[in-house]
């Protein structure tokens, strides 16, 4: 066998930063300080362990960078001084997705998830990028979409219920008051009757100025001692005003007579 000669690989020298005198050592101190510029403050600590011959390998392990990021920080105090410790801060990555994309993220937001063919019938921000990522549509963190669900004005609010009627003339009817509202009749009145209760004195949580650890108490439980109220109410399109009677009870006597009083206040009034 041929001997094989090694070749020793050359170690880069250590490099340390220029002889830093008294003053600039103090203004080193203070920048170094724990401040809300992180940056600026690390770059401090690396120039002032170089100015105490600590090797470029001690400081990156100590400050958890590269080596070569280190000999950067020291170059460029040695060339710029002081400004070397400010960041230079650059516009970042380029945008991933265009307009028409986020337009498409946000309409897909708005949609239920079981319309779309999923299992779940609600969207997060894993879930919506998974989607995203999985169709080829784009491939962006939760950060980045929470950003483009906020500019493009979809908000997380909370679901409420509603109720439809089981009438299968609903739609009919509806149209008929719907066409009322839009073309009264030339010689009639159009009257919007609803019905509101039970109206009583139930007792209600909220905050005010109390002497601390003794908050206001309300019971869990109360009693109607005084029993309800029912509220029958009517408000006139053509003037605006409201007209409303309240009640004991709310049977069809009561919501008749209603109605009667109602055909004769216009009935008044067209005279």
Known sequence: MLPVEVVPVARKPDVFVRAVNLEEGRKLAQVARPSKQP????????????AQ??????????????????????????????????PKWKGGRPVKTDS???????????????????????????????????NGIADISRETLRRIL???????PATKTWKASNDPEFTTKMARVLDLYDHPPADGRVVCVDEFG???LRPRGGRGWFPKQRPARLRATYHRTQGVRHMFGALDLATGQLHYRIRDRKRWTECL???????????????
């Open 39 to 50: 940056i600026r403050m690390r770059r401090a600590v690396m120039v002032m362990a170089s």
């Open 53 to 86: 011959h600590q090797t470029v390998g001690s400081i990156a392990r100590l400050m958890r960078v590269s080596e070569s990021h280190v000999r950067q920080v020291i170059h460029d105090f040695d060339e710029k001084g002081f400004d070397a410790l400010d």
């Open 100 to 134: 028409v994309t986020r337009d498409r993220i946000c309409q897909i937001a708005r949609c239920c998830p079981r319309d779309l063919g999923w299992s779940f019938s609600a969207w997060s921000l894993s879930k919506l990028a998974e989607v995203l990522r999985i």
């Open 150 to 156: 906020k500019a493009g004005g979809v908000s997380w």
């Open 198 to 200: 039970p109206l009583n």
């Open 257 to 271: 007579a209603f109605l009667k009083s109602l055909r004769g206040r216009c009935r008044r009034s067209c005279t």
